[in-house]
């Protein structure tokens, strides 16, 4: 069951995730939930080092480094997505 959420959000912010979830055919809603869901999911582990399910799928398919920041990297993504 969905309910209805109201956000404060800067608005710039808010054009710049409307235009990613139109470039990515999602809804914002659906960016929103994804993200909250990963942020609540990987709380609940007790290993603050375990990657996000979605990243964890993708495990095996090519070398990752052990060291590796994933939220550092998709930061760094993201930003540069951002100067686009």
């Known amino acids: ?13 808010i054009q710049r995730a409307k235009e990613y979830a139109h470039k990515t055919g999602r809804s914002l809603s659906d960016l ?12 609940k582990e007790s290993d603050p080092t375990q990657m996000p399910p ?10 990752i480094a ?5 939220k550092k990297e998709i930061r760094k993504i993201l930003s540069s997505k951002d100067k686009r």
């Open 1 to 13: 069951m969905t309910s209805k959420l109201t956000l404060s959000i800067d608005r710039e912010v």
């Open 54 to 63: 979605k990243l964890k799928r993708l495990f095996g398919s090519t070398h």
């Open 32 to 43: 929103i939930e994804s993200y909250l869901e990963s942020i609540v999911q990987s709380d």
């Open 66 to 70: 052990t060291n590796l920041d994933h």
